[in-house]
C-alpha cells in the first residue's frame, strides 16, 4: 500500500466535489509502480447515475489492458467501491484495491442516511432463463 496513491485518490475526491460532483475518486497503478489513469466523479456533471470512478477505472482496464498486465495492477481509490463498482472491478482484471473510507464510514458521514433498497422478485422461470445462458460459460 502506497500512501501517497491513496492521498492522490482523495485528492481527486476533493476536486470532483469542487466541481459539483459527489466527492470520489480513484486511480489505478501499474506494476511499476506508475500512475496508469485517474478519475474523478463525474455522475452529475455528465448526468449518468454510472459515472462513478472506480467503473471509469474498471472500463479503463479491461479496454487497454491485457490480463496479465490488469491483474498486476492496484486501484487506488478515496472510498470502498459500492456493488455496482465492484462488480465491474471483478470483470476488469484490476489485481487489487486499496480504499480509504469504508461504505460504513460512508454511510457514517451521511446525514441522511444511504440509498433505499429496491425490492426484488426473482428467481422465477428456471428453465426458460436457462436456456441462452447453458453452454456458455466453461
Known amino acids: 500500500m502506497n500512501p501517497e496513491h491513496l492521498r492522490r485518490a482523495i485528492a481527486l475526491a476533493s476536486e470532483a466535489r469542487t466541481a459539483g460532483n459527489p466527492p470520489f475518486g480513484s486511480l489505478l497503478v501499474g506494476p511499476d509502480g506508475s500512475v496508469l489513469v485517474e478519475e474523478r466523479n463525474t455522475t452529475l456533471t ?26 498486476m495492477t492496484t486501484m487506488y481509490t478515496s472510498c470502498e467501491p459500492c456493488g455496482m463498482c465492484a462488480g465491474a472491478l471483478a470483470r476488469s482484471g484490476i489485481g487489487h484495491v486499496v480504499f480509504a473510507l469504508s461504505g460504513e464510514q460512508l454511510d457514517g458521514l451521511r446525514t441522511a442516511g444511504g440509498f433505499p433498497p429496491v425490492p426484488v422478485d426473482g428467481p422465477h422461470l428456471y428453465e426458460a432463463a436457462k436456456a441462452p445462458v447453458e453452454g456458455y460459460y466453461p
Open 46 to 71: 455528465d448526468g449518468d447515475i454510472t459515472a462513478h470512478p472506480e467503473l471509469k477505472v474498471a472500463r479503463w482496464a479491461a479496454r487497454e489492458l491485457d490480463p496479465q498486465t490488469a491483474a
